[in-house]
């Protein structure tokens, strides 16, 4: 059943092709078969029972006249018959009146006949009885045992011959059904083969080409809807991604550039605050605490050193120094140049 389960489609449609005409084949042979046969033994029964009476009618008078050396010569007739293999004549009474059986067949005799005209078979002869009349009167019955042995070759014969053309049918019919199942199978191995191609390379433009419109047909159209149902949302994915990366670019632009912006203005600020720093540096050593000499004014640096209080002052800041003379100063050094209006 797994083997049946797995095995492919091709396979399963010419197993089930040929099963069903091997089984009609078979159930029609036996039919004909059967019929033959129902033929054979009617034609079988209808020859012995004319040959009954043919033999009857000749023996009549036998009967009549209690003639048995006639009756026996009218039953030895018989003899030209080669499946007869027995014969026998009973008078009205029903007593036997005289048999003939062949010598190479010799076989009982019914001991009585029957009260009816008949023919039966039986496993291996054919049993006729009829009466034999004369003028409706009935005088007596003759019965003819007939072989089957005819039959059974006709039987074997046909048998022959029907073998022959079961087997010649089935031949045609496996050739058949190999080129009608392509019918059934090309379009669903066309699928199968598509779906393979779609899987492995992801293309959703591959199409099943279409060749009936019965239900395989339909099948056909509903995967290709479905594929192009796929591929619209798989376009569509591929767009909403691109514009997410679009977005997001944008985005990461945006704080890349946010982020620079941030660094300069921290760097400027840095820069701002070092500069500060320094100037207020520069402000705290020009007004700290600077030990000056009381008379010649020079003020001492952090090294133990006397300066004049330009030179330090030039060394600590960025101020530059012109010299002069104040007017008090000047009419101290130079009172002869100096006017007291001055």
Not at 5 to 14: C, E, F, T
Not at 285 to 308: A, E, M, N, V
Request: charged share 25%; proline share 2%; glycine share 4%.
């Amino acid at each position: 059943m797994k083997l049946w389960r797995n095995a492919s489609i091709i396979w399963k449609l010419n197993v089930l092709i040929m099963t069903i005409s091997a089984v009609v084949l078979l159930l029609a042979t036996i039919s004909f078969a059967l019929q033959y046969r129902n033929e054979f033994e009617k034609t079988m029964a209808l020859e012995v029972e004319a040959l009954a009476e043919i033999i009857g009618l000749s023996s009549a008078s036998a009967l009549l006249f209690d003639d048995h050396a006639a009756a026996e010569q009218s039953l030895s007739a018989l003899g030209a018959k080669d499946h007869i293999v027995g014969a026998c004549i009973y008078d009205r009474n029903g007593a036997l009146f005289c048999s003939f059986t062949p010598k190479n067949k010799r076989q009982d005799i019914p001991a009585s006949p029957s009260p009816v005209d008949e023919h039966y078979f039986d496993e291996s002869n054919l049993h006729v009885f009829r009466k034999i009349t004369i003028n409706n009167d009935v005088v007596g019955t003759i019965y003819i045992r007939h072989d089957l042995q005819q039959l059974h070759q006709k039987r074997s014969q046909y048998l022959g011959i029907a073998a022959t053309i079961f087997i010649v049918c089935l031949v045609i019919i496996a050739l058949l059904s190999f080129l009608f199942q392509k019918i059934i199978s090309q379009p669903i191995l066309s699928l199968i083969r598509v779906v393979g191609d779609i899987t492995l390379t992801k293309d959703y433009t591959v199409r099943v080409a279409k060749q009936y419109d019965d239900e395989i047909g339909e099948l056909i159209d509903g995967f290709n809807n479905m594929i192009q149902e796929v591929q619209y949302r798989d376009r569509h994915l591929e767009k909403l991604v691109e514009d997410r990366t679009a977005d997001l670019q944008t985005a990461n632009e945006c704080l890349t550039q946010e982020i620079r912006e941030h660094r300069l203005t921290q760097l400027e600020r840095e820069k701002l605050i070092a500069d500060l720093q320094a100037a207020l540096a520069e402000v705290k050593t020009l007004t700290g605490l600077l030990p000056i000499c009381c008379s010649c004014k020079k003020i001492r640096d952090d090294g133990g050193y006397w300066q004049q209080i330009e030179t330090y002052l030039q060394e600590h800041s960025n101020a530059q120094f012109s010299h002069g003379i104040c007017p008090v100063c000047a009419k101290k050094l130079y009172p002869d140049f100096c006017n007291d209006d001055e």
